[in-house]
């Protein structure tokens, strides 16, 4: 089943605990993206990936790295994560970042920062 | 600034026609899509418009004006699974989506 998994799917922990969420797809998907989401504001972009080895920000970076050594593969780093990081987070794939191009979403990850 | 705007809350009944508006202003534009997200769950895409015109898939038709900066979600024949957030987004000219802060849908009995 084509897909884009994440984990895990629920996370409470305490201020300055580095933590990673991990995301992976199986469509051979070129570019990948993670969002966080917040009541009100919408899908906001953290950063995504072009395609392996190639990562960009997007709106919102600040606190957050992200890797891609492999083309499935595209973790979410919290190096010391704080209360205001507390959000749904949502990673995302698609064919290719550029063009019209459908994304689809990994089932989400609720973090909440103690 | 890059900008999408949609009502916040709709509320229409079981069997009935609701009309979602989106009005986008972003730095060139790619197309713009929607999106449906049921509560605690992931979106999941619904149409895609890049060009002028309604586009009709079953029960959902999704209309676009590119030079009103326009668009619109119709659902037809409501159903209560229809409740959900629904979520507009335009792809600028850097191939980025602009996304709306989505609008709920209320389908009352």
């Known amino acids: 089943e084509a897909q884009v998994t994440q984990n895990p799917r629920y996370l409470i922990t305490v201020t300055g605990k580095k933590l990673t969420v991990t995301c992976s797809q199986n469509?051979?998907?070129?570019?990948m993206s993670w969002y966080r989401q917040d009541p009100g504001l919408g899908l906001r972009q953290i950063y995504y990936?072009?395609?392996?080895?190639?990562?960009d920000k997007g709106d919102v970076p600040e606190g957050y790295k992200v890797s891609r050594k492999e083309k499935r593969n595209f973790p979410l780093i919290l190096e010391s994560p704080s209360p205001n990081q507390t959000s749904l987070y949502f990673c995302?794939?698609?064919?290719?970042?550029?063009?019209?191009?459908?994304?689809?979403f990994g089932p989400g990850t609720r973090l909440t920062v103690l | 600034g890059q900008n999408i705007d949609q009502p916040t809350e709709m509320t229409a009944t079981e069997g009935a026609i609701v009309q979602i508006n989106c009005t986008y202003q972003?730095?060139?534009?790619?197309?713009l899509f929607w999106y449906q997200q049921h509560a605690g769950e992931a979106p999941t895409f619904l149409s895609y418009?890049?060009l002028d015109g309604l586009e009709e898939k079953g029960r959902f038709s999704s209309f676009l004006s590119r030079s009103k900066g326009y668009s619109y979600l119709l659902l037809k024949e409501l159903q209560m699974k229809d409740s959900a957030s629904y979520l507009c987004?335009?792809?600028?000219?850097?191939?980025?989506?602009?996304w709306g802060a989505g609008t709920k849908l209320i389908i009352k009995p």
């Open positions: 995302a794939s698609s064919r290719s970042g550029e063009g019209y191009n459908e994304q689809f």
């Open positions: 469509m051979n998907h070129e570019y």
């Open positions: 990936s072009m395609n392996v080895e190639v990562t």
């Open positions: 972003t730095s060139g534009f790619n197309g």
């Open positions: 418009n890049v």
């Open positions: 987004a335009a792809l600028d000219s850097n191939y980025q989506l602009i």
